[in-house]
């Protein structure tokens, strides 16, 4: 595949793991943003994401290394490495190689998911990553919601796809009709941005047509979807209305040209329920969802970043704005910076016409 049209080593917080596949003890091996990397959880409960090898001689610890209190001990000579990253024992010496430290990751836990914060510039966290439950405001919490792990999670590995795309779905009104089948084109009801998030809010009404009965039983209903853009790797959605759920995509990038896509979801409880997981009796609504989800996905595995786009005129405002607010993940003098030429997001019927052989021009220079 040609190189993106952005830079896959953007800023922010992305996901690496969902919480339960990191037990105590356990040493998970993965690759994001080109390095290979180790994440562990120590006996305190809490986890370490790190580079794989060891300052020593290079051992990988995710291959034979194991974790003893809140240290992981390499498997070739038995060197000891705290959760800073810090050398704190070699069996054979007195004293440790205090100086010796292995890069580690900054690593929250939010919503039964593990993120790091990535930087090329080795920044420390300058935003905090906001819990799904808390973001909205709405009187609502966690325990409204049934547990997403194991029931409401689907992961894809190794996707040609650029965490970009999703983030753009979030303004892309006029592919609910086409895509998700929806019966009438949604109306944009809010586009904000607050620093690293941005907020994009739909309403739209549900049933009258034969698909959205399917939602419906009750009839014709006023429904929603509230987006909340964390940086570029995170999408949370709650969904209001017929459906009432929350649900987080996230986009991490494993190497220049590929991502790993994540989807949970939490479905809201059945009155009076009080068990953890979701009845199967719910099974129904979960593939539901899943299936606008991949109906998404089926897209943004293909899609090509297209810039300028030939955007209708009512298009116009959402995408520039959500394009430029993007910008700033982007390192300087990386694809898609701000140190990159304007973005140019005019209408169709406003844009100049671009010679074909030009388009290309402009793209190749983007390499
Ligand atoms: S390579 Fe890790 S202790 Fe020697
Ligand atoms: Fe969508």
């Not at 300052?55 to 974790?67: C, K, M, Q, W």
């Not at 786009?309 to 607010?325: D, M, Q, V």
């Amino acid at each position: 595949m040609a190189k993106p049209a952005l830079s896959m080593k953007p800023t922010g917080w992305f996901q690496v793991a969902w919480s339960a596949e990191i037990e105590t003890g356990q040493i998970h091996r993965m690759k994001y943003f080109g390095h290979d990397l180790v994440a562990w959880r120590g006996e305190d409960g809490a986890v370490t994401v790190m580079n794989a090898y060891c300052e020593h001689l290079g051992a990988h610890l995710g291959f034979g290394g194991r974790v003893e209190g809140d240290r992981i001990i390499c498997p070739f000579h038995g060197w000891e490495w705290n959760q800073q990253g810090r050398n704190v024992c070699i069996p054979y010496q007195d004293r440790p190689n205090r100086g010796r430290r292995i890069p580690t990751f900054p690593a929250v836990e939010r919503n039964e998911s593990v993120y790091i914060w990535h930087d090329l510039e080795g920044r420390a966290p300058y935003f905090d990553m906001p819990d799904i439950f808390d973001a909205y405001d709405d009187g609502r919490s966690s325990a409204d919601y049934y547990l997403a792990y194991p029931e409401g999670i689907l992961h894809h590995e190794r996707l040609e796809l650029h965490p970009q795309y999703v983030m753009e779905n979030g303004v892309d009104y006029a592919h609910f009709k086409f895509v998700h089948r929806a019966a009438h084109v949604p109306e944009f009801t809010r586009q904000e941005f607050d620093g690293p998030v941005a907020y994009a809010d739909f309403e739209m009404l549900f049933g009258g047509t034969k698909e959205s009965t399917v939602l419906t039983p009750n009839g014709a209903m006023v429904g929603g979807v509230q987006a909340i853009n964390v940086g570029i790797g995170v999408g949370f959605a709650k969904f209001w209305g017929p459906d009432n759920m929350r649900t987080i995509v996230t986009v991490t990038p494993v190497d220049d040209e590929t991502a790993d896509i994540r989807s949970t979801v939490w479905l809201d409880r059945l009155p009076g329920d009080t068990s953890a997981h979701q009845p199967a009796s719910l099974e129904r609504r979960m593939r539901m969802a899943n299936n606008q989800y991949l109906a998404d996905l089926n897209i943004w595995r293909h899609q090509r970043y297209t810039d300028p786009p030939a955007l209708a005129t009512a298009e116009g405002k959402g995408f520039s704005a959500i394009r430029r607010w993007a910008m700033q993940f982007y390192p300087l003098g990386e694809p898609g910076s701000a140190s990159m030429p304007e973005l140019q997001t005019a209408g169709t019927d406003a844009g100049p016409e671009v010679p074909e052989n030009e388009a290309v021009r402009s793209s190749a220079a983007l390499d």
